[in-house]
């Protein structure tokens, strides 16, 4: 699938804190989300965690935030990450804050 939205400002400045969470969200519907990893992001929060199904991620901007697997090396976020589900990952700061879209494939 191909990254279909204009991300218009009028998003960013609609997302709004997850509650336990690092990043701040808008969702546009059941499977297709704004996600924002604010420059202040504590990394404590950037647990190894696995999702309950396949996730397709899209970086919005260039970035030197990292992504990574189990048992992997880190990897840049420059194009799609494909994340299939029940497998560990996790995010690693960088510089600045982090935009991406996530779509959930239900
Ligand atoms: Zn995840």
Request: glycine fraction near 4%; aromatic fraction near 14%.
């Amino acid at each position: 699938m191909a990254l279909d939205c204009y991300i218009d400002d009028l998003f960013y400045e609609r997302a709004s804190k997850v509650e336990g969470k690092p990043y701040k969200e808008f969702v546009f519907d059941d499977e297709k989300l704004l996600r924002i990893f604010p420059e202040d992001t504590d990394e404590e929060m950037l647990k190894w965690h696995w999702d309950e199904e396949d996730r397709e991620v899209y970086p919005l901007h260039k970035t030197d935030w990292e992504f990574q697997f189990d048992n992997e090396l880190p990897q840049q976020i420059n194009s799609k990450l494909e994340i299939p589900k029940g497998v560990f990952h996790r995010l690693i700061k960088g510089t600045g804050e982090l935009r991406v879209i996530v779509y959930k494939q239900k």
